[in-house]
């Protein structure tokens, strides 16, 4: 069985401050990981996602993850929030099929 | 450009009437992807196919039916069977293996009155 969690459903983090947005899987295997953002009302636009090689991924508009296999997580993280990253962000695994986290609503405070 | 296009983007049904999302994919891609979104819980896998004339149902598939005639065309129907039928139901591809799966259409957000 594969299953993602996003501990998180709700996110507030100041203008400027850094992010970090938990995600942890379950699969038997290495699987693929990836996270999407998501605007309201919008379909799903990848950030990033991870195969194999290098932990640390970079993906666009300035997020990164970073894959610990011994935690079984994948977590997100930017270094500094802009207005415009507030949105929903989901995290997936890909192991025999695409499946997805809950999601976690990020809102950014000015 | 290549992309998915889902349509209509807004839907409205009576409640006990079938009614069918359009999905359209110009990437050239082998595996397409039903999802339905609701608040708080993520998205839920309705069905897939992965070649034509092929397809397996996903962890809520009760209450739709999918076809693949076309390599470039998965529509879903929500039948009058699936109980809670009002969402925002999400349309992906991906080359085989998924390791492209980046491509999503911009949904469609169905209601039942």
């Known amino acids: 069985a594969q299953s993602v969690t996003q501990p998180d459903i709700h996110i507030t983090v100041s203008e400027g401050a850094s992010l970090e947005l938990r995600c942890n899987y379950s699969y038997g295997a290495t699987p693929y990981l990836f996270w999407y953002v998501q605007s309201p009302g919008q379909g799903l636009q990848l950030l990033l996602k991870?195969?194999?090689?290098?932990?640390l991924v970079q993906g666009i508009k300035g997020f990164e993850a970073e894959f610990k296999r011994s935690q079984s997580s994948f977590n997100l993280r930017k270094p500094s929030v802009h207005w415009s990253d507030a949105a929903e962000y989901f995290c997936?695994?890909?192991?025999?099929?695409?499946?997805f986290g809950a999601g976690t609503i990020l809102r950014v405070k000015s | 450009d290549g992309g998915i296009t889902q349509s209509p983007k807004y839907l409205f049904r009576k409640e006990g009437q079938n009614v069918t999302l359009s999905c359209e994919q110009n990437?050239?891609?082998?595996?397409m992807y039903w999802y339905r979104q609701d608040p708080g819980q993520g998205l839920r896998l309705i069905y897939y196919?992965?070649?034509?004339?092929?397809?397996q149902k996903g962890d809520i598939a009760e209450g739709y039916s999918v076809s693949r005639e076309k390599k470039e065309s998965f529509p879903l129907t929500v039948t009058s069977a699936q109980k809670n039928p009002t969402a925002f139901y999400l349309c992906a591809s991906s080359i085989l293996g998924g390791q492209s799966l980046g491509f999503f259409g911009p949904g469609t957000r169905l209601t039942v009155l």
């Open positions: 990437l050239n891609h082998d595996a």
């Open positions: 196919s992965q070649i034509v004339n092929d397809f």
């Open positions: 997936a695994l890909y192991g025999n099929k695409l499946v």
């Open positions: 991870y195969f194999s090689g290098d932990t």
